[in-house]
């Protein structure tokens, strides 16, 4: 019985008429002829309000409902969830459909209407965008039926209840992938760079056959052999690119939801995954005030999900990073020249000048691109009208705060180290195009 009562809800409309019939019944205290009209309107009220309840509670008179989402959601990406609802009824009925959507998401207002006919079936879907890494719980489908005489509603619930995992963005890892090596005409800012040398690496010796280049000729072998012999190459493909992901508590500045570790590794799934397919080795790295996870480079066809299953791991440590130990790391996991892509932010001259040191012995054994953040909140309160003193200070402190980034900038590039700075939103796309002009000059 108690079951029964909860899943009764009044609607707005059943209150209305019964202020209507309470009015009359007030008014036909003075005004006596109103009295059987009270009494009618009463009975009225009551006759369609118990045919309301039968027809919503009648036996084997029912919705079905059942949720569609992908069991793996990316990061920062916009999503659909599907909801497809069912109606056993045999009149037409209206639904409010309210989904148990995860914590994380916070749909405070997440309320699908449709009309169902009998036996029809629809499919309602909303938008989410997950914000943060992790598990997410879906709880259950929640509908609310009314008829069209809609004085009440029936609460059903069904049970729903689904897990889902929250990954670092393979919607963005496809999206780039397809743009970087897509033959049509390119967006969202990706160049198309021509190489600029021919690098080779040995790969055997040979006969010397009619048409091969002359400059290849081995006079060592020729002499031993006494008969032309040359030296065949191949193209470098296999160099060994690495991801060095800061987890300490500057990366932990939000921007548009997202913190810059979480566009840092968005970033390093991207580019990781162009590097394989560009036949390099891709590895991994993160460190804070310790050193995190550790990856190889390899370039088999499993490295991506290891890879991804590493960045989803990643928490931020709320710590000083701790360059020195990197160094170290470096050392003890890398073996041979690679390009290093570091991903970190320095919010001041001084903490650079920190980790300029390690930076430099870094560059000498390797090729190393350090990638920051632009602070684009600075940048738009430097486009803000100044109507006041106030707002003269603030934009002075925000271009002062700027300038001191293209310093860093200017610094870096005097000491001979590669450097990207780019606001959180271009972070992928300007990591790629570094990537590839390094790689069309011959630099790895």
């Known amino acids: 019985m108690i079951k029964f009562i909860k899943s009764i809800f009044l609607k707005s409309r059943l209150f209305l008429l019964i202020t209507i019939v309470i009015t009359l019944f007030v008014f036909s205290y003075n005004y006596v002829y109103l009295f059987p009209l009270a009494r009618f ?67 405070r207002n997440l309320k699908l209407k449709t009309q169902l006919n009998p036996g029809e079936t629809k499919s309602l879907s909303y938008l989410i965008k997950p914000l943060d890494r992790g598990i997410y719980e879906f709880g259950n489908i929640h509908i609310f039926i009314s008829t069209p005489l809609n004085l009440i509603q029936r609460r059903i619930t069904i049970s729903a209840k689904k897990t889902v995992s929250v990954y670092p963005s ?59 012999m040359v030296n065949q190459y191949e193209d470098e493909k296999s160099q060994q690119v690495y991801c060095i992901i800061d987890k300490s508590r500057s ?17 390093a799934l991207v580019i990781s995954n162009i590097a394989l397919r560009k036949y390099d080795r891709a590895g991994l790295i993160t460190f804070s005030n310790k050193i995190g996870s550790r990856l190889k480079s390899e ?53 650079l000048q920190r980790a300029l040191p390690v930076l430099r012995k870094l560059n000498k054994q390797h090729l190393l691109v350090v990638i920051f953040f632009e602070n684009s909140e600075l940048v738009n309160i430097t486009q803000i009208p100044a109507n006041s003193l106030k707002d003269i200070y603030t934009k002075t402190i925000a271009q ?35 990537y590839l002009e390094l790689k069309s000059r011959g630099m790895i």
């Not at 309840?53 to 992908?70: C, D, E, P, Q, W």
């Not at 599907?82 to 914590?103: C, G, N, Q, W």
């Not at 048409?211 to 081995?218: A, K, V």
């Not at 590669?418 to 959180?424: A, D, E, G, R, Y």
Request: charged fraction near 20%.
């Open 41 to 107: 309107a009463l009975v009225v009220v009551c006759s369609l309000l118990t045919a309301d309840g039968i027809v919503l509670y009648l036996s084997g008179n029912t919705i079905l409902a059942n949720r569609f989402v992908h069991n793996q959601l990316s990061l920062g990406d916009e999503q659909p969830v599907k909801i497809k609802v069912f109606s056993k009824m045999r009149i037409p009925v209206f639904l409010e459909v309210i989904d148990e959507a995860p914590y994380q998401l916070q749909l």
């Open 170 to 228: 393979v919607i963005q890892m496809r999206k780039y992938e397809l743009q970087v090596f897509s033959k049509l005409s390119l967006s969202q800012g990706i160049k198309r760079v021509r190489r600029l040398g021919h690098s080779n690496e040995f790969e055997q010796i040979k006969n010397y056959v009619q048409g091969d280049d002359y400059r290849s000729i081995n006079w060592k072998a020729t002499s031993r052999k006494n008969e032309l």
């Open 299 to 351: 370039s088999n066809s499993t490295q991506i999900k290891r890879i991804l299953e590493i960045l989803y791991k990643q928490k931020t440590h709320f710590l000083e990073s701790n360059y020195e130990l990197l160094y170290h790391a470096v050392l003890k996991t890398i073996k041979g020249r690679s390009l290093l892509l570091l991903f970190t932010n320095f919010e001041s001259h001084y903490a």
């Open 400 to 434: 002062n705060l700027i300038f001191e980034k293209k310093l860093m900038v200017y610094e870096l590039k005097n000491l001979g180290i590669q450097c990207v700075l780019t606001s959180p939103e271009k972070l992928s796309v300007d990591t790629i195009n570094k």
């Open 251 to 267: 990366m932990q500045m939000p921007f548009s939801g997202m913190t810059l570790l979480d566009y840092a590794i968005n970033s």
